[in-house]
């Protein structure tokens, strides 16, 4: 990796969530908005969102050589899609299961924040889907400082 490439972590992650669970569908940056969600019919197979958080710096791995030289972490939303609550929990507690500790760049893969349960309701008000979201987070810094990344 050269300069501070968190595109190139993001689609390491995603390649190996996809290689663990070939059965599921695990799709990046959806919307889930009412549209989208009134759209999926509630005996959907459940699938899987990843929302990839930014970047952010790590004020206590702060290096004397420059900011560049500095621990940084990022994070990402796994987010379940189910027709049933019971189903999306189980998804989600699976992938976390399998992901919580998975080594990248000398970092590992740890829970941050709450795990989430939410209803998608129909325009009845009648519920619809079931999400379950939870948050992993990874630090990392650049093998390169001084490099930047080429086009």
Do not use: C
Request: negative net charge; without cysteine; aromatic residues 10%.
């Amino acid at each position: 990796m050269d300069g501070i490439n968190l595109i190139s972590l993001q689609d390491e992650i995603l390649a190996h969530v996809q290689s663990e669970f070939p059965n599921y569908e695990v799709l990046e940056d959806v919307i889930l908005d009412d549209e989208y969600l009134l759209k999926i019919n509630n005996n959907v197979k459940p699938f899987v969102i990843i929302e990839w958080g930014g970047l952010a710096r790590q004020f206590t791995n702060a290096s004397f050589a420059g900011v560049r030289h500095d621990e940084y972490r990022s994070d990402f939303d796994l987010i379940a899609v189910a027709p049933a609550p019971k189903i999306a929990r189980r998804v989600l507690n699976m992938f976390f299961d399998k992901l919580i500790g998975w080594p990248i760049q000398g970092s590992q893969l740890t829970p941050s924040g709450t795990i989430d349960n939410v209803v998608s309701r129909d325009g009845n008000g009648k519920p619809h889907l079931y999400i379950s979201v939870g948050t992993l987070s990874f630090r990392f810094n650049s093998s390169n400082p001084e490099g930047n990344i080429a086009p």
